[in-house]
């Protein structure tokens, strides 16, 4: 009984409550999807949850007594576990149409719940959408107690996903590839220590496209942005890169 | 009768029906906010309007059968008169306490209307907001019929605003600082046509810094997005800088 936006609200009511009465506790037609993306195996991936037969975003609602962005951290807190995370607005998505009719159908058979046609929940709904670049390494993401899956997919082989979502994902790649050609965020899919091929590697992997080895440490390290780590004792053999981190 | 966010209704209703019942015709909770820019003798400048002691942003909500996007495209018509206006989505302004309640006691008082305290005028609003620029010289602002007045501000010498329209307008200068370094979508402050030394000059103006002339210039030509056009007739003395328009 622990689905995606409904997760969350366990702590404050009951979940005919929630579909009855939920938008006492938070704003009716705004809803929050994040894009929870990782790096593993020289691979972008996304955090999807799945209901019924397809799949979908991580997300929630404001609840009338904290902020968006609030709401935006304690969405991802609760699904990724993580503190601090580097979290950015991505788009609005807010078509006349956008409605989550077929999606909360199933989701009322899933839950053996009745589910009024006048329910604040099968109003229309913008989404307000942010992505988050998390240490895949360090995520472990919370489940609920029946029928709910979780799951990493590939950014080049997305599954079937409920409403638009496939086009939020697809959103957010496109923007990722636009921020990091002038924000120097991406290291926060890495551990906290990394070496200048593995940031490297990453570049590419977020572009498609090689790109010149040398220039890019040089670019790097003219940001400023990158503190190097003193040198491990090396007790194998071979050359080791330096680590490095991102400074404060 | 006809202020800012309320304006642009007095075909859809009466203006106590839509304090009324207005969340019957847009979104609750949910408002957008235009950062109007414009460029005259090289200074910024921002459109405003005037409510009691205070000036706010134009602004509306978004009606229930149309899209955020066509509903921001809606406002900025309705405000300036012009279509295909260059129009960027800024940021989210949610923060937990954002009402408009000493906005609209003065708003009441001005059109004599009875504001009851559970209109849903009166609850948080979340706004989305976005930015435009215009073409200074092309742009009519509407005025309404009672004793609202709008004017143009140059962006260093802003007035009082109502609520947190100050902070807006300033992310939005800080945007358009960031967004021209990678975008190229300045031109649209200046007329149709212009010449280089003009997009030199507005450059300077919007990072508030001198920038080399003839390295400018050949960046721009080298985007290939600026169409030179025919010379003109010279019938003065003295050497003509070539026109440009920005390509479709």
Not at 68 to 88: M, P, W, Y
Not at 124 to 150: C, H, K, M, Q, W
Not at 189 to 194: A, C, D, K, Q
Request: proline share 3%.
């Amino acid at each position: 009984m622990a689905h995606c936006h409904v997760l969350f609200y366990f702590c404050i009511m009951d979940i005919s409550e929630f579909v009855k009465n939920g938008d006492q506790y938070f704003l009716p037609n705004l809803s929050i999807d994040l894009v929870i993306i990782g790096y593993s195996d020289a691979k972008l991936k996304c955090l999807l949850l799945k209901i019924g037969k397809k799949w979908l975003l991580p997300g929630g609602y404001v609840q009338r007594n904290e902020s968006v962005e609030d709401a935006a951290q304690r969405i991802l807190k609760s699904r990724a576990g993580l503190e601090d995370t580097f979290l950015k607005f991505l788009a609005v998505f807010g078509s006349e149409d956008r409605q989550f009719k077929s999606f909360l159908e199933q989701f009322a058979i899933n839950e053996h719940i009745h589910l009024d046609q006048k329910s604040w929940l099968t109003d229309r709904f913008v989404s307000l959408t942010y992505y988050a670049l998390v240490n895949y390494e360090e995520i472990f993401p919370t489940t609920g107690d029946f029928d709910e899956a979780f799951g990493w997919f590939d950014f080049k082989n997305l599954p079937e996903m409920w409403m638009d979502h496939n086009t939020i994902v697809n959103t957010a790649r496109i923007q990722l590839i636009t921020d990091i050609q002038h924000e120097y965020h991406a290291h926060n899919l890495l551990s906290e220590s990394f070496t200048m091929p593995e940031l490297h590697k990453l570049y590419e992997t977020i572009l498609g496209d090689r790109i010149d080895r040398s220039r890019f440490q040089k670019k790097m390290l003219s940001t400023g942005l990158y503190k190097r780590l003193p040198k491990l004792n090396k007790n194998t053999p071979g050359r080791k890169p330096y680590q490095y981190r991102a400074k404060k």
